[in-house]
């Protein structure tokens, strides 16, 4: 089975450009979260998606939005880049959620200059 | 709300050496817990899991871990460390109802030295 896909690996944006990452979840799974690891402030909880719907968020702005297709695979759209959103953000899959076990993807490396 | 403490921010031990990696979780009921490794631009890798039954719970790489509900610890062990085992660790408590929301502690870097 394949593992949790992450595109792109690395990415490099200018202050109030906007990107998106894409993740494709292990085949089978219907829930993918999103979540922001940076030095100072660790990993931290985006959101979550299950079966094309958000469950689940955390407290990020506006700026900061998800989606799921029907095949599961999700995408992260982050508008008007700041310098601090600079992070490797990760993606999660799992069957359910609801605790049961996530796989992690080997992340997005975004820099924003 | 759920919560998780890692209060080592940074450990070194010898090869060869035993390991404990402290975890403490805050969670209104019964948690899942996790422990995860990352090596240095990588993803998560899951180490081990509780979800109910023996508390002493055995991972892969040799470690192992111990939930104690009395003292709302989730505490990583291994015998014997190998140079390999370098990484940072994260404890992650989930919420058991019904969505994926799995909130991690800041990390424990260990580095081994010869």
């Known amino acids: 089975k394949a593992g949790v896909t992450q595109t792109p690996r690395y990415l490099i944006k200018t202050r109030g450009q906007q990107v998106t990452l894409s993740c494709s979840p292990i085949s089978g799974h219907r829930s993918v979260s999103w979540y922001q690891q940076t030095p100072g402030q660790g990993l931290q909880f985006l959101f979550e998606?299950?079966?094309?719907?958000?469950?689940n968020k955390g407290n990020f702005p506006g700026r900061f939005s998800g989606r799921q297709f029907s095949n599961s695979r999700s995408e992260m759209n982050v508008s008007t880049l700041e310098l601090g959103d600079s992070a490797l953000y990760l993606c999660a899959s799992s069957e359910t959620g609801g605790g049961t076990e996530a796989f992690f993807g080997q992340g997005t490396r975004l820099t924003v200059v | 709300a759920q919560s998780v403490t890692q209060p080592d921010i940074h450990i070194t031990v010898s090869e060869g050496a035993s390991l404990e990696l402290r975890c403490n979780y805050s969670?209104?009921?019964?948690?899942?817990l996790f422990w995860y490794v990352q090596s240095p631009g990588q993803g998560l890798q899951l180490l081990l899991k509780y979800f109910s039954g023996d508390t002493l719970v055995q991972g892969i790489k040799g470690f192992e871990a111990e939930f104690k509900r009395s003292q709302s610890s989730f505490n990583l062990r291994k015998p014997s460390v190998h140079w390999s085992d370098a990484a940072e660790y994260f404890c992650a408590v989930g919420y058991s109802g019904g969505y994926q929301k799995v909130t991690f502690g800041t990390g424990t870097k260990l580095q081994v030295i010869p």
């Open positions: 998606y299950f079966s094309e719907t958000q469950r």
């Open positions: 969670y209104g009921a019964t948690p899942y």
